[in-house]
């Protein structure tokens, strides 16, 4: 299951790094909570946002489940994102990532997402 989980983080990376709209609602609960940049959000208004979102590459590393179960599983990692254009470059940065897939209708799909900039010294 690990595999499969961080395929789908892998997809919803791609999909909004590509502003894929419909790609990233696959993904993602429309009453899903995300808390990105200090920002809080459902999924549906989140997804609105894909198409302008602005980043140019991404890495993920580290990534680690730190719970699961049948239907639910939690995970961390941390993603290094890139901006190629200046106005977008407040999304350039590593961040912490902690996401909660949950199995809704057997598809599993993003219900918590949370990120937090790691402090570069």
């Known amino acids: 299951m690990n595999n499969e989980i961080y395929q789908l983080e892998e997809l919803m990376w791609k999909a909004a790094s590509s502003g ?24 549906a208004e989140y997804s609105e946002l ?15 489940i730190t719970a699961e179960d049948e239907d ?4 961390h990692y941390v993603v290094k994102t890139s901006a190629a254009l200046p106005e977008n470059a407040d999304l350039a940065g590593t961040f912490h990532v902690a996401s909660i897939w949950k199995r809704l209708d057997d598809k599993w799909q993003l219900v918590f997402n949370m990120d937090s900039r790691i402090l570069e010294e």
């Open 20 to 43: 894929n709209k419909a790609a990233f609602s696959e993904l993602v609960s429309e009453n899903a909570v995300m808390v990105c940049g200090g920002y809080r959000c459902t999924g």
């Open 50 to 64: 894909i198409s302008d979102f602005g980043i140019s590459g991404y890495e993920i590393s580290g990534f680690e």
């Open 72 to 75: 639910i599983i939690a995970v």
